[in-house]
């Protein structure tokens, strides 16, 4: 997928940055800065789906608030939405911007942008938002320094048209300033950039991450400028795609900066987790972590420490050096500075490859993959009972020697499987399996698998997963690929995968996921997911556009469907069905449910009385535009003294604002009626529609008043009375009448 990265950088006359290295900070300024991230896959009919650029703006936002000094609350999120969705972000944004401003205080806003365009403007859906659109709302924020951050095909047009926990925000120094503006693309006119699935997003925007988090910072002095992060990003471009399919990319710029100082974009002495990787190590690194996410990608050199500020946790450090590949795995704390040594490293199995021209296969050489039946290390069959008691062992080569065939009795090991493997124990891969492993215990590839694992135990993958398991127990999937997994137990993949998870206990994917997960107890996507999930118990994706089918759905920006008793979403597009409907941000959708409970939507407390009732309290909850209402009332009958009665209620309605203080909303209400003091018969119930007009007089005080029609009916068949002064005395089974209602609504 073509795909280039543009940053923009409008720094206005009044942009002050960071002192160069070493130079001390004199009358500091109080500086706080905003990120808008957006990121949308869908560029609308005729256009492929991006796969990553939600996940890269996700990355973007990620590197911002720990290194770049954007605190959560300061941070908003738009992923995968239309023109009219950006529209109403830009001017949140603005107004976020607007209210942080004081005097003597600095602000500084950054926009980033991830999904698709055209030489026209940014491509969202169906809608395009235009690059002369985008510029003026640049220009319109109040801020000190505005930045915007287009990762996206063809923004290198408008490259050509020049016109939660608290973090520390940018070194300010008042004794320097810089004005202009920066531009940079990923790649030159003539070339298309790439997103790749190996690293799991953009090549740029991968390593522009990756040298923000420390790998850029060519001084040591803790600080990523923007001319250290460019370089960076600049170099690793070139060298990851000169032998990819679609050719070399060449990111340029075009810089016109006027001033003294340099433009710090990230910090790593405002993090306490720290990586750092002493002065013996080199080659180049490749740094996960636990769910196997590709965190920072570097070229190391040997006689220089490098440090990388990371989230607290696990990682794995792979390291690819003079034809060797070792793996060291390691725990960075949450308080202090964690040194990997070049002796923390252990050697790993590489590929069996042969170099163009003959000679010998060399374990992690580029090359071409050698036909199986001419390695010197394969034999067709293996036949044995146990370890040490195999044909492998018994006639030389052990675990290493490959097979396409291996039958035991008990627990077989091999290299590499290219057939079908049989074992009343376990199958054991070393290496790579292009075939099929069936076992009684369980199946375990430390490569690649290609075809199927077949068990009642567990299977095991260490790296990519191609094909099939089902198994009893639990399947795992380190690296996972276009996959079926079917499982009793648990189905885990601790990266993104394509296609089914199945089990009666759990389906887990860390990364991304597209296709079906279903469970009966837990269906749980870490990343985004494009699909269906289901379960009895209980589903969670952090984004979704498809459906959740469970008793309690829970979701972070979901585009589709949540059917459940209880649905829970921060965004929500699409609807909500079931009992209880839960929405931080409802921005196009529809919550159907006795209590819908919508953050941007409605939440009210009435007061009022009518004809039944003198006294009555209500909750609305709900969207802009449907609500559901809970009621306890207070009443009597004529001619008694005191209450004689109090009522609960439940109610579903609609809210029509008609300008922007006067509203109507219409509903309907079914009461059960409660005997107090001995007056009436435990035996009522009250169903009412209401009419109610109301006028704001401000943001939080409306009042309102309207018509209802009543109609009253004994549970156990028997005849009512009147209880209300508005209707006629009767002994019939059902008794209707209109009535009025009056109060205030908080």
Known sequence: MARSLLFLSLLLPTLATAAPAGTPSSNPVAVRRFALLVGVNDGGPGRAKLRYAVTDANAFGQVLEELGGVQRQDRMMLLEG?????????????????????????????????????????????????????????????????????????????????????RPAFLVDTST??????????????????????????????????????????????????????????????????????????????????????????????????????????????????????????????????????????????????????????????????????????????????MRGGGAPVAGAQGPMVDPMARGNFRFINLGLAPKLQTNDLWGGGQEMDNALSISLGMATMGRLDGFAMALGANWGSGEVHGVQTAIGGNVARDIMEGAQLSVGGNWVS?????????????????????????????????????????????????????????????????????????????????????????????????????????????????????????????????????????????HVEAYGNDFNYANVALKVGSRYLYTTLVVGMGAVPDHRGPSHWTTGVGLGGHVPLTERLYFDVDV???????WGGALADNRMLHQGRLMVGYAFAPRFAIFAGPTFNVLHATDGEPVTALSRFSKSSDRDVLMWAGVQAGLRL
Request: hydrophobic letters at 40%; charged letters at 20%; one cysteine or more.
């Open 463 to 603: 790296g990519r997963a191609e094909g099939f398991q089902a198994t009893v127990g639990l399947n795992m999937a380190s690296q996972g690929g276009f996959l079926g997994q079917l499982a009793v137990g648990a189905n885990v993949s601790r990266a993104s995968m394509k296609g089914v998870q199945m089990a009666v206990g759990s389906s887990w994917v860390n990364g991304d996921m597209d296709g079906y997960q279903a469970a009966v107890g837990l269906s749980w996507v870490a990343g985004s997911m494009r699909g269906v999930q289901m379960a009895v118990g209980v589903s969670r994706v952090n984004t979704l556009e498809g459906a959740q089918l469970s008793l309690i759905n829970v979701g972070g920006d979901v585009r589709g469907a949540q059917v459940g008793l209880i649905n829970v979403a921060g965004k929500m597009n699409g609807l909500q069905l079931g009992i209880i409907n839960v929405a931080n941000n409802l921005e196009s959708g529809v919550p159907v449910g006795l209590l819908n409970i919508v953050r941007n939507g409605q939440f």
């Open 669 to 675: 209400v079914t009461n059960t009626i409660h005997e």
């Open 82 to 166: 239309d023109r009219k969705a950006l529209e109403s972000a830009l001017a949140r944004f603005k107004a976020m911007v607007a209210a942080a401003k004081t005097p003597g205080g600095r602000t500084e806003a950054l926009i980033y942008y991830s999904g698709h365009s055209d030489e026209e403007g940014l491509l969202l859906h169906q809608d395009r938002f235009g690059y002369r659109e985008l510029r003026q709302a640049l220009e319109q924020l109040p801020a000190d320094v505005r930045i915007a951050i287009l990762d996206s095909c063809a923004s290198g047009t408008l490259a050509r048209s020049k016109g939660g926990v608290r």
């Open 177 to 354: 300033a810089v004005r202009g503006h920066a531009i940079l693309t990923s790649s030159s006119e003539d070339e298309v950039s790439q997103e790749s699935d190996r690293i799991g997003g953009s090549f740029f925007t991968h390593n522009l991450v990756s040298g923000l988090r420390g790998a850029a910072d060519a001084t040591g002095d803790g600080r990523v400028t923007l001319h250290e992060a460019y370089q960076f990003a600049f170099h690793e471009t070139l060298a990851r795609t000169e032998r990819t399919r679609a050719g070399a990319q060449h990111p340029a710029y075009d810089i016109e900066l006027a001033g003294t100082g340099e433009l710090v974009m990230t910090d790593l002495r405002s993090t306490t987790a720290v990586l750092v990787m002493d002065e013996n190590v080199e080659g180049r690194l490749f740094i996960r972590d636990e769910p196997g996410r590709l965190v920072v990608e570097l070229n190391k050199l040997a006689g220089r420490s490098t440090e990388l500020g990371l989230q607290p946790g696990r990682y794995t450090v792979t390291r690819e050096s003079r034809g060797a590949s070792s793996q060291a795995v390691l725990t960075v704390g949450d308080a202090g500075r964690t040194v990997l040594a070049h002796t923390a490293f252990v050697a790993m199995q590489g590929e069996l490859t042969a």
